[in-house]
C-alpha cells in the first residue's frame, strides 16, 4: 500500500473517533444539521452580497456562530453520557439548532426576495415543537454572512 492510501485511512479513523467522541456517532439528524448549517451560511451570505451588506466581520462572526452549534451539541452530548447516554439532551439542542437554522434560512431567502413555500414553515414548527419550545418568529442579530 502506498503512502496516501495510509494517511487517508489514519485521517478516517481519526475523524470517525472524534465524531464519536464528541458527538455519540455520525446520525442522520447531525447530517441534516451540517447541511441546514451550510446551507444558511451560503443563503446568509448571498443575502449580503445582493444587499450591499457583505462585511468581512460579519461573515467571521457567522462562522465562529456555526462552530458555537457543534461546540453546544458536544456539550450536550457529554452531559447525556453523564445521564445515562440516551440522547435525549443532544437530539433535543439538535433539533434546537435544526429549527433555528431553518427559520435563518426562511429569512436569508426573503431577504433576497425569493418566496418560500409554507411547507418548509411547517417544517420549522414540528422542529420547534420537537425541541421543547417555541422560538421568536425572526432571530435577532443572526446576520451569518
Same mark, same amino acid.
Given at each position: 500500500?502506498?503512502?496516501?492510501?495510509?494517511?487517508?485511512?489514519?485521517?478516517?479513523?481519526?475523524?470517525?473517533?472524534?465524531?464519536? &467522541?464528541? !458527538?455519540?456517532? !455520525?446520525?442522520?439528524?447531525?447530517?441534516?444539521?451540517?447541511?441546514?448549517?451550510?446551507?444558511?451560511?451560503?443563503?446568509? !451570505?448571498?443575502?449580503? !452580497?445582493?444587499?450591499?451588506?457583505?462585511?468581512?466581520?460579519?461573515? &467571521?462572526?457567522?462562522?465562529?456562530?456555526?462552530?458555537?452549534?457543534?461546540?453546544?451539541?458536544?456539550?450536550?452530548?457529554?452531559?447525556?453520557?453523564?445521564?445515562?447516554?440516551?440522547? &435525549?439532551?443532544?437530539?433535543?439542542?439538535?433539533?434546537? &439548532?435544526?429549527?433555528?437554522?431553518?427559520?435563518?434560512?426562511?429569512?436569508?431567502?426573503?431577504?433576497?426576495?425569493?418566496?418560500?413555500?409554507?411547507?418548509?414553515?411547517?417544517?420549522?414548527?414540528?422542529?420547534?415543537?420537537?425541541?421543547?419550545?417555541?422560538?421568536?418568529?425572526?432571530?435577532?442579530?443572526?446576520?451569518?454572512?
Amino acid at each position: 500500500m502506498d503512502d496516501k492510501a495510509h494517511i487517508v485511512k489514519a485521517v478516517s479513523a481519526a475523524a470517525g473517533a472524534t465524531v464519536g &467522541y464528541l !458527538w455519540g456517532g !455520525w446520525t442522520v439528524m447531525l447530517q441534516a444539521l451540517l447541511v441546514l448549517v451550510i446551507v444558511d451560511f451560503v443563503t446568509g !451570505w448571498a443575502a449580503a !452580497w445582493i444587499n450591499g451588506e457583505l462585511r468581512s466581520m460579519k461573515g &467571521y462572526i457567522g462562522v465562529a456562530k456555526k462552530i458555537s452549534i457543534f461546540m453546544f451539541i458536544t456539550v450536550a452530548h457529554v452531559i447525556d453520557m453523564v445521564l445515562g447516554d440516551m440522547h &435525549y439532551l443532544r437530539d433535543a439542542v439538535v433539533f434546537f &439548532y435544526m429549527a433555528n437554522e431553518l427559520l435563518s434560512i426562511i429569512e436569508n431567502a426573503g431577504k433576497m426576495g425569493v418566496p418560500m413555500p409554507p411547507v418548509l414553515r411547517d417544517a420549522v414548527a414540528v422542529l420547534e415543537s420537537k425541541a421543547g419550545g417555541k422560538k421568536e418568529e425572526a432571530k435577532q442579530n443572526d446576520v451569518d454572512a
